[in-house]
């Protein structure tokens, strides 16, 4: 499975963004997706999960209330609605797929990673 990230760029404190996750391949739809991102210096964290139907979200403390996480098993894409972007959410952004068809926040749930993309909140 071959995971591909977009829509990250450059935008002021405050903005929106909404990031995207293509997968290569439909059986995907049967599993659990996650957000998660690294931060220069910093270990790579948690965002947000969705359930393999999108009827569960589990998300971090640091960012409920401003991301939404969503998918569309019809097109094998997953996405992230960031509002209220802050310049701490600033990091590469990856996608991951998970080892059961529920949400999940261990890294080692993942079985399958993507490329990041990259944001940037400028204050």
């Known amino acids: 499975v071959q995971l591909q990230a977009s829509g990250g760029g450059l935008v002021q404190a405050g903005g929106s963004l909404r990031l995207s996750c293509a997968a290569s391949?439909?059986?995907?739809?049967?599993?659990?997706m996650g957000w998660f991102r690294q931060a220069p210096g910093k270990e790579r964290e948690f965002v947000a999960s969705i359930s393999w139907n999108g009827d569960s979200t589990y998300y971090a403390d640091s960012v409920k209330g401003r991301f939404t996480i969503s998918r569309d098993n019809a097109i094998n894409t997953m996405y992230l609605q960031m509002n209220s972007l802050k310049p701490e959410d600033t990091a590469v952004y990856s996608c991951a797929v998970s080892r059961s068809s529920g949400w999940a926040r261990a890294q080692q749930s993942y079985v399958y990673w993507g490329q990041g993309t990259q944001v940037t909140v400028s204050s």
């Open positions: 391949r439909r059986t995907v739809s049967n599993n659990g």
